[in-house]
């Protein structure tokens, strides 16, 4: 397996954030990467008490909202258009899960906007200045009524400003092939699942994907990294089969969810060093 812990550093904004669920500051600093400052809270660790990695993922995407809303196209502004943001693929490394009441250092950046999808980056670093995790995510906007994807160059051509000449930390996300499954679930899609976008929240997915797992997997200590791939909108009311196989020697784990017996809506893989 490729060897992906490393830093790669970029100039940090003297503006920074305190988060533990909501910000105390939030000031965007264009051209640079932003900064968010995190706290492990007991509700995000599990009886080891470290965090859990839905929590870890959930800081993630929860910095990827508020950068973008103190840049200017957070959902707030584009949903006056009937557009939002969605997650298309995500990858993330994480070297260790942090102890409870951590205070780590999260830092995010866009580095290229594409017709369809912009990049954002992310780093996780300890007090101590010792990075620990890494993510590399895609989005999308869609158009609200349709549910299809929008052509993004226009927020590329508003927004350019806010693309930091800073490479991804990590590779991006991998391409996850179609997966035949050795056990399956079934899980019908209620209200605590469903987001802003009335589909799926990305951290339910995870949260439901890491509780089919061995528990000696969830919680081991050892370096992940998790790619994650999202083809289709899972809506309230479906019915959503989560398949999967594991395999002893790596480990690893993959996953493919799908909406009422249809095609692939989300696939997932999940590998350890």
């Known amino acids: 397996m490729r060897n992906f812990f490393r830093f790669r550093g970029g100039e940090v904004g003297e503006k920074s954030y305190l988060c533990s669920n909501v910000p105390i500051q939030s000031l965007p600093i264009m051209a640079q990467q932003s900064r968010f400052d995190f706290r492990i ?17 959930s800081a993630i995407l929860n910095a990827a909202g508020l950068d973008a809303h103190n840049r200017g196209f957070g959902v707030d502004a584009i949903n006056a258009g009937n557009r939002s943001w969605v ?12 102890e409870q009441y951590t205070d780590y250092r999260l ?6 906007y594409g017709r369809v ?12 200045g010792t990075e620990f995790g890494r993510a590399v995510t895609q989005w999308a906007m869609i ?47 209620v209200y605590s699942d469903i987001d802003f976008n009335r589909h799926v929240n990305t951290i339910r ?8 797992l061995p528990v000696e997997w969830a919680t081991s200590e050892r370096p992940v990294r998790i790619d994650i791939h999202f083809l289709r909108e899972c809506r309230y009311g479906q019915t959503l089969t989560i398949g999967w196989r594991l395999c002893e020697e790596e480990p690893s784990a ?15 893989s999940f590998c350890w060093k």
């Open 41 to 57: 809270d007991p509700q995000q660790v599990d009886f080891t008490l470290r965090a859990t990695l839905p929590s870890l993922l």
């Open 87 to 98: 997650l298309s693929r995500m990858a993330v490394e994480i070297d260790r899960r942090p």
């Open 117 to 128: 999808l912009s990049t954002r980056n992310f780093t996780l670093t300890d007090a101590a």
């Open 143 to 189: 158009d609200l009524s349709t549910r299809s994807a929008v052509d993004l160059s226009w927020v590329g051509r508003e927004h350019a400003d806010a693309v930091v000449a800073v490479e991804p930390p990590a590779e991006r996300p991998r391409k996850i092939r179609a997966v035949e499954p050795e056990r399956s679930v079934a899980h019908r899609v």
């Open 205 to 212: 997915y995870v949260e439901t994907m890491v509780d089919c």
């Open 107 to 112: 830092l995010t950046w866009i580095s290229d």
């Open 254 to 268: 993959l996953f493919e969810i799908a909406a009422d017996d249809g095609p692939a809506a989300v696939r997932a």
